[in-house]
């Protein structure tokens, strides 16, 4: 009776085995697939990060050409009613 209950102990055993090893594997590919949509995740931040400076420095540009024009145009108003 006792080899019959250890072979069975065994076959469990080596099932247990092969479960852990592959539930091992499963949250390792899990890891590796949720490190590499961080890493995207951080580059398109990054990138974000450069449009929204780029886009800053262009609307500061116009602004500065508004404000140029706009003195323009009250110079010549100015001169007109001279």
């Known amino acids: 009776m006792f080899p019959r209950l250890t072979k069975w102990l065994s076959v469990g055993l080596a099932v247990l085995a092969v479960a852990a090893v592959m539930l091992a594997m499963h949250f390792r590919g899990a890891l590796a697939v949720s490190r590499d949509l961080q890493h995207q995740a951080e580059q ?8 929204l400076k780029a886009s800053e420095a262009a609307r500061k540009a116009e602004q500065a ?3 140029k024009f706009q003195a323009i145009a009250q110079q010549n108003e100015q001169d007109k009613v001279r």
Do not use: M, P
């Open 44 to 51: 398109r931040a990054a990138q974000l990060d450069a449009n």
């Open 65 to 67: 050409q508004a404000d």
